[in-house]
């Protein structure tokens, strides 16, 4: 939601496709998030800038090489999911929340496959709970965008929003922001 609120141009148009693809429901049905597209990539463009957890650590079953280091077996290494996901090598203005990188052709995807976006780790030991949290964040998020129109508090603007986080076993916003719901009544 700060992400959104910070960038209006994005929030109105997923607002727009949520709204445009419920028109008449009074409530939300799985079968209609399959239509939102634009919705999905805010959810990946989210998770690419914010990541569940900033690192993910394994051990290394076997001596190997690393870039030129010796990684001997039993080594524990972190993996900075939140730097991969900001790396200009595989990100075009990888500190700008743009959610159309998501969509089209070629579309990179959490599962652990694109290692360049790792938002739930990688491998055997990808988080078990992943289509569960996918589907929840759908459903919370459309329902947000589809039952309320949403302002900033008084005095803030959207280019004014603090995103600044802070790192610990999840990453968190360091300031709160407190929005003001309107309830949006469906004709």
Known sequence: MTELMANPRV?????????????????IQDS??????????VIKETLRLHPPASFF?????????????DVPRGT?????????SRDPKYWDEPEMFKPERFEG?????????????????????ICPGI???????????????????WDLPKGVEPEKIDMTEVFGATLNRKA???LH??????L
Request: with cysteine; net charge negative; aromatic share 12%.
């Open 57 to 69: 650590t394994r051990v290394c079953l076997q001596d190997c090489k690393i870039h030129g280091y």
């Open 105 to 125: 052709d070629g579309d990179v995807d959490f599962r652990g496959m694109d290692f360049e976006f790792t938002p739930f780790g990688v491998g055997r030991r």
């Open 32 to 41: 209609a998030l399959k239509d939102m597209d634009y919705l999905k990539a």
């Open 11 to 27: 929030m109105l148009r997923v607002q727009s496709e949520t709204r445009s693809v419920l028109t008449g429901q009074a409530t």
């Open 76 to 84: 524990t290494v972190l993996t900075n999911i939140w730097a991969v």
């Open 176 to 178: 709160d922001l407190f």
């Open 181 to 186: 719901p309107i309830p949006y009544v469906h």
């Open 131 to 149: 289509d569960f949290a996918h589907a929840s964040i759908e459903m919370a998020l459309a329902s947000l965008l589809y039952h309320f129109d």
